[in-house]
């Protein structure tokens, strides 16, 4: 603990630190409480994604292992058919924090024969579609978390400092100096009557 000034304005300025201190705390407590409330609904929404994800796949694939095998849904070259375009991603923010937000993903699909591939192509391109734009959010959503949680965890740090350092430091300081304040108070009220008391016994003799 630094070592204070044990003076009035040295009292005066821990005195309005504390209050600072304890005004401030109880914001920091709600934010961390808001932020925490925020990565829970976020995970909740991913994890729904992610099994929506999963039984898309699977039909994928069984669609692929029944109808054929996946290199219909490639080109002459090995390429893929169906290839990722642009990706909109908005801002958005919560508590402070710009996280980006998942609104679209727009896809190319090259052109194929029609008689060259099966008729299933067409709904498995779907699919895929669903399933790549799945993907991208969990992505979107996973860096979402990843900030929330950064700042969750420097809020956190925030509120310990106040709660479990600041205020109780400060506290005792103000405790400090007012014992300090107090005693020289004393001294000088009781030098104050000695000197009276000798200047009553000159005056007498």
Known sequence: MPKIRLTKNEFKKQKDALKMYKRYLPTLQ??????????????????????????????????????????????????????????????DNIAGVEIPVFRQAEFKTDDYSLFAKPLWVDRAIAHLRDILSLDIEIKILEE????????LLITTQRANLFEKIKIPETAENIRKIHI???DQQTAQVVRGKIAKNKMTQRSAS
């Open 30 to 91: 709600l934010k961390k409480q808001q932020l925490q409330m925020e990565i829970r609904g976020i995970q909740n929404r991913a994890k729904q994604i992610a099994a929506e994800r999963e039984r898309l796949l699977e039909q994928f694939q069984v669609w692929v292992a029944v109808f054929g095998e996946v290199t219909a849904l490639q080109n002459p070259d090995g390429g893929w058919i169906l290839s990722l375009g642009q990706v909109q991603v908005e801002r």
């Open 144 to 151: 979402q978390i990843a900030r929330l949680e950064h700042e």
């Open 180 to 182: 300090y304040l107090g």
